[in-house]
């Protein structure tokens, strides 16, 4: 899973990044210039805490979240062209830091503060890439209806009717990601970065006590944290005991980054289930829904191709039992085939035939 860090220039986008990877060295980057950064991050989860305690394995694997600090994006509702639009168009989603706060010595490139009006910005500008995609490719739709060839009519006619649909949505200023589409739909779509499809996580980058703005944002797909981005880089950045001590003499309860790793793993609709023992205790990551078979080849290929059963117990009977032996005797470790459903945090071990 990959998530781009974007935003406006000046708007704190590698505070952000820098507070999500813990990096040492803020990177600097050039207004209008395309550079991209990542970092991979582990997602915070108590269960594979508590797990790797019962189990002491030699290696403990937390689900995993990359995110790429991009530059480049100047918000002048212009078409997004070259390497930009290859790398946004690879994303998963799009975490958008939009800046809330004031700084003399850090000039706002509007020369005001408006939270509003920058959201508004990178959404048109977004949508006005994803325009002229949908205009281009109806032409190329309508050339190949007028003038036939090997596709069946039929599914010209369907793939028409879409794009026409998204060009209305567009022209109305309306995220394709607010469209529902059918599952006949959804995979005809594969290999279209369309932007507004993906989902987006504002985050409103306060400065150190500001309270956040009330906003009237609220869309589908789309998610609104605020934090102090300044604060929490420099947080970040302290080992885990002085991080604590800094906290706890200023009154801070918590760090909302946690927060906005595990809004990102929700963001795209995943979810993990575990596998345990004595020699590693791991998270991994599938889509919600996924079947038994789909985790098996979540783990390996193999597991997939061979599959038996999978071996299914809850988390929450785990850890209350203390262990797969008192499970099993308990009866809480279930037997299931290729089309069960996973449920997020349930331990799973594959039954496989190489």
Known sequence: MRLGIIGLPQSGKTTIFNALTRGNTPVATSGGRFEVHTGVVDVPDERIDILSRMFKPKKTMYAKVTYAD????????????????????QLDGYVHVVRCFEDPSVPHPSASVNPARDISTMDSELMLNDLIAVERRLEK????RRKGGARDKGLIDRDVALFERFNDALSNDQALRELSLSAEEEKSLA???LLTRKSILVILNLGEGQEAPVLDYHRPGVIVIPLQGKLEMDIAQLSPEDAELFMAEYGITELAMGKVI?????????MSFFTVGPDEVRAWT???????VECAGAIHSDLAKGFIRAEVVTYNDLVTLGGMAEARNKGKLRLEGKEYIVKDGEIVHIRFNL
């Open 70 to 89: 991009i530059a480049g994006l100047e918000g002048g509702k212009s078409a997004i062209a070259g390497p930009l639009l290859n790398q946004l168009s």
């Open 141 to 144: 739709l309508n050339d190949e």
């Open 191 to 193: 290999g279209f970065g």
């Open 262 to 270: 595990h809004h990102s793993y929700d963001l795209l609709g995943l």
């Open 286 to 292: 599938v889509n919600r829904g996924a079947s038994s």
